[in-house]
């Protein structure tokens, strides 16, 4: 079927705009951030000066030739080499900041900083909070509450758990707002595609580790004790990205700060430690996951995997812009029609921390524009549930 509708692919060069402001500020403040937490020699030191130079007032660069990666990154842009950062799509520009990131503090060069995850403090620092304490107490008195209001409870914590995204707090967010609305709730056909009972194998295409993490592995439990699940896939990162996205590592972290914690969160832990034993829940790292490309892109062994579930669950705002695609949508414009290329039942838990988002209503649009003008889209206060089978 004919795309009825195309809309301009998001740059980061419009003054004022939101994604200028990440380029320009947030990208900055995030290498001084690496840089301050960690004890880099000069090489890295000059790297990551070259870097801000090049990604504020530069043009970008390709990998180095001895870059591993180099084939696929061409192939991926090499259309976007000697542009200047700001005009290349920001989603382009924006996965390919983090991946130059990594080549600055030597993170895939053979040598003493080689898999050193440069976000790893921050990240930590995240999972040991007295709020993090207070969340896994309160599982507690969770598992006394009936079965739905458990299992919606779960899906509300790992949806606004995509607000505990270190990118989002080091460009000064409003994570933590009273203000947090749901925009769309596609909640029960979610759950639909989940039956009790139903074998059902879930991807889960995750986002932050962590505070979102840790949630959304609590919601895996669940959904593998209760039958809604018999298999679950987790989709991480195959390396560091966007500060503070998934690794196996951090995988590995969030179970053992649940196994080491008391009560119903310790035994969560025990039963995933066990799932992964027995293979119920499988963790994958596709090149893919950190590709600055849309899912309509996806090679085909990646399509394979989500066209065998039956249901994919993407986490948060980037892979809400990669599944519906990067651009300046209508608000209106259908979730079914921007995700029909999907190859499987799909939804997607995001709190809306930038400009594209579709499936709205008009009145619902409406209303947004009324009370917050644009701010809504991008300030980490509203969130949405869509889903389509
Ligand atoms: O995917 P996540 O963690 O929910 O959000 C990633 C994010 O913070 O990164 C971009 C800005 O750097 C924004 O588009 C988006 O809000």
Redo the contacts with the bound molecule.
């Keep these: 079927m004919p795309e009825a509708v195309e809309a301009p692919v998001i740059l980061s060069n419009a003054p004022g705009s939101f994604p200028r402001s990440?380029l320009a500020e947030?990208h900055p403040a995030l290498i001084k951030k690496v840089r301050d937490a960690f004890p880099y020699g000069p090489r890295q030191h000059r790297a990551l000066d070259a870097l801000l130079t090049q990604a504020t007032q530069g043009v970008i660069e390709p990998l180095g030739p001895d870059a591993h990666d180099r084939q696929l990154w061409e192939a991926w842009g090499s259309e976007y080499v000697g542009l200047s950062w700001f005009d290349a799509p920001f989603l382009w520009a924006?996965s390919y900041f983090y991946r130059q990131l990594l080549t600055a503090v030597g993170y895939f060069e053979a040598g003493p900083w080689q898999g050193i995850d440069p976000f790893r403090p921050f990240k930590q620092a995240e999972l040991h909070t007295e709020e993090a304490d207070e969340e896994l107490a309160a599982l507690d008195g969770l598992t006394l509450r009936p079965l739905g209001e458990q299992r919606q409870a779960l899906l509300l914590g790992s949806l606004w758990g995509?607000r505990a995204?270190l990118?989002?707090a080091v460009?000064g967010g409003a994570a933590g707002a009273a203000d947090s609305r749901l925009v769309a709730d596609d909640s029960a056909l979610l759950w639909s595609l989940l039956p009790e009972g139903g074998a059902a194998t879930l991807c889960l295409v995750a986002?932050?580790a962590g505070r979102e993490l840790l949630p959304d592995l609590i919601l895996v439990d669940h959904l593998l004790r209760h039958r809604r699940a018999e298999r679950v896939v987790l989709h991480v990162k195959p390396y560091p990205y966007?500060v503070?996205?998934a690794m196996t590592a951090d995988v590995i972290d969030c179970l053992r700060r649940l196994t080491g914690a008391r009560g119903a969160a310790a035994e969560v832990g025990e039963r995933l430690w066990s799932a992964m034993g027995t293979g119920q829940l499988t963790v994958r790292g596709h090149t893919f996951s950190c590709a600055p490309l849309p899912y309509a892109d996806m090679p085909d062994d990646l399509r394979q995997e989500f066209a065998e579930a039956d249901v994919t669950v993407m986490k948060?705002?980037?892979?809400y812009?990669r599944l519906v695609g990067d651009q300046l949508w209508p608000a209106t414009t259908p979730f079914e029609e921007r995700t029909a290329y999907f190859p499987g039942p799909v939804a997607a838990l995001?709190?809306l921390?930038?400009d594209v988002i579709v499936g709205l209503d008009e009145r619902t649009e409406a209303a947004l524009v009324a009370e917050h003008g644009q701010g809504w889209r991008t300030s980490g206060t509203h969130a949405l549930i869509q889903a389509r089978r």
């Design positions: 990440v947030r924006e995509n995204d990118g989002f460009g986002d932050n966007y503070s996205d948060g705002d980037l892979n812009r995001r709190t921390k930038s």
